[in-house]
């Protein structure tokens, strides 16, 4: 562990930080090594302090198989920067793939005059993607109406069809503002 950073709960909380009395020097230890663990107390490199950068790191690992109307079907390399601190594909990562399928998706059927704008997003974690797998990630509207539409996204080992997480995205269609 580097010298310079801080082990206890006190040093590694901010001075806003508020910590019950009824919890045991023990168990804030034990939420500080955890903090820890994942990152939370690194500081920001200046490569991802720019706009979007997550979209950049995401997209980059994400190339488009086929487009038809109301489907689109990727396929996603899973490399070390969107792995948790388990070894397995990051639950933000999913979302923000499923994110980006989702809308293109929508787009296939959703009219040029509306924009399309997240609303709720639902993932269904089934079992890691791991380190460097090909996973096929399938989109395909379930329902597309007037105001909303509701995309399913699925992921699967590419090597063995094996689900590894379902999501749904519902989208709202707005009309493009005239201000």
């Known amino acids: ?19 019950s009395e009824d919890n045991p020097p023990e168990d804030c230890e034990v939420v500080a090594a955890f903090f820890e663990n994942v990152g939370v107390f690194q500081t920001l490199k200046p490569q ?25 079907s990727c396929l996603l390399n899973v490399k070390p920067p969107i792995l948790n601190g388990y070894g397995g594909m990051h639950g933000g990562a999913v979302g923000s793939v499923t994110e980006r399928v989702a809308v293109a998706c929508a787009r296939t059927v959703v009219g040029k005059d509306k924009d399309i704008f997240l609303g709720e997003l639902s993932n269904s974690y089934l079992s890691p993607a791991p380190c460097n797998a090909e996973v096929l990630v399938d989109g395909s509207v379930i329902r597309s109406g007037r105001n909303l539409t509701v ?29």
């Open 1 to 19: 562990m580097d010298q310079n950073r801080p082990t206890t709960i006190e040093t590694l909380t901010a001075a806003t930080t508020t910590v």
């Open 151 to 179: 995309v399913a996204v699925d992921f699967r080992l590419k090597e063995t069809g094996k689900l590894m997480y379902m999501s749904r995205a519902t989208l709202y269609n707005t009309p493009v503002s005239g201000l």
């Open 48 to 72: 991802h302090n720019v706009k979007d950068s997550f979209s950049n790191l995401v997209g980059g690992l994400l190339k488009v198989i086929s487009i038809q109307r109301g489907k689109i």
